[in-house]
Nanobody, 115 residues
Framework: VQLVESGGGLVQPGDSLTLSCAASGFTFSEYRMRWYRQAPGKEREFVAY????????NVANSVKGRFTISRDNGKSTVYLQMNNLKPEDTAVYYC?????????WGQGTQVTVSS
């Protein structure tokens, strides 16, 4: 199993970014995919999940209305569209999948929101 995040960067408050997580090594369409983030000095926190077929999704209250999770099963990729970014969204963003009771994480992508 391999997960590779991309799309992070330095943006200003109010800007948008779309993160991608390319997956391989498992049948992507059958698994729920999750995004987490970890800010400096804080614990890693849940951001969003989406079911295998994509019909069920949820986002954390802290980002509801601003972040959207989606997936393209044909490309084995999950996305996190982030709008109206705030300084408190600054963190390393990770995608995660649980396969056969084992947690797999990507290496993360840094998002910095600063004026």
């Amino acid at each position: 199993v391999q997960l590779v995040e991309s799309g992070g960067g330095l943006v200003q408050p109010g800007d948008s970014l779309t993160l991608s997580c390319a997956a391989s090594g498992f049948t992507f369409s059958e698994y729920r995919m999750r995004w987490y983030r970890q800010a400096p000095g804080k614990e890693r926190e849940f951001v969003a999940y989406i079911s295998g077929p994509g019909g069920t999704l949820n986002v954390a209250n802290s980002v509801k209305g601003r972040f959207t999770i989606s997936r393209d099963n044909g490309k084995s990729t999950v996305y996190l569209q982030m709008n109206n970014l705030k300084p408190e969204d600054t963190a390393v963003y990770y995608c995660k999948v649980v396969v056969e009771a084992h947690d797999y994480w990507g290496q993360g992508t840094q998002v910095t929101v600063s004026s």
